[in-house]
Structures are given as C-alpha cells and as structure tokens.
C-alpha cells in the first residue's frame, strides 16, 4: 500500500504548473474529470447556440510578454500564485497558459489585466 502521507506531502511542494499537469496526467488516466458539472438549460431556436457559446470555459494563454517584462512578470504572480522564478519561466518561455477553466467574464478580464502591461495574450475555448 502507498505511503499516503508521503504522498501528500509530496503533492504539498509541487508549484502550481506541476499540479496542473498532475491533475492532467491523473484525468487522462484514469478517465475522469475534475470539472464542476455543469447544468445547461434547453433553449430552443438560434439563442441556444449563443448561451452554450457562453457556458464555456477559456484558457488564457500568454502568447509574448511585450516590451514590460517585469511588469507581465508582477501580473503573472499576482493572478496563479507562483513563485519569483516560476512566473518568469513561464512568461520567459511564452505559449504558456496562465490559467485554465474560467469563465468568459473572468477571462477577458485577465486578458485585458496582461494586455494592459503589454503583454500579448489568446484566449482558448476550452
């Protein structure tokens, strides 16, 4: 049997990009989601199509870091949690996604929070 405690502890050091992989890891594996289940109403007509588009999730993917990257560096740590060295990896490397599963509300602000330091961000529909 696995050490149980171990293993938690182990999951309590890991940064916030590795957990996002494990749990990626963990739902290809094991075929499950840990996504809040998500009731969608029946609405007929062309207004359906429009609230689905709505109800789903986005993927804000910081695409460049722009000419301030101290400051896209400061938003990056303000918005996941990371460390000094982890934000400026992951804005460093570029392509990479800042946050996963929000909202379109929560998205576009966080897109509008990075473009406003200069960064140049995609959002991904999830």
């Known amino acids: 049997?696995?050490?149980?405690?171990g293993l938690l502890d182990q999951i309590g050091?890991?940064?916030?990009?590795e957990a996002a992989e494990l749990v990626?890891?963990?739902?290809?594996?094991?075929?499950?989601?840990?996504?809040?289940?998500?009731?969608?109403?029946?609405?007929?007509?062309?207004g359906g199509a429009a609230e689905a588009e709505e109800e789903k999730t986005y993927n804000v993917v910081l695409v460049s870091h722009g000419d301030k990257k101290i400051d896209v560096i400061k938003v990056v740590r303000e918005v996941t949690?990371?460390?000094?060295?982890?934000?400026?990896?992951m804005v460093e490397k570029g392509n990479e996604v800042i946050k996963e599963g929000l909202a379109k509300a929560s998205a576009d602000e966080l897109k509008k929070?990075?473009?406003d330091v200069g960064a140049k961000v995609d959002l991904k529909a999830v």
Do not use: R, W, Y
């Not at 949690?81 to 990896?89: F, I, R, S, T, V």
């Open 24 to 46: 990626k890891k963990m739902e290809e594996t094991f075929g499950i989601s840990t996504a809040a289940p998500v009731a969608v109403a029946a609405v007929g007509g062309a």
């Open 13 to 17: 050091k890991l940064t916030l990009v």
């Open 113 to 115: 929070k990075l473009e």
């Open 81 to 89: 949690g990371l460390g000094l060295k982890e934000a400026k990896d």
């Open 1 to 5: 049997m696995a050490d149980v405690n």
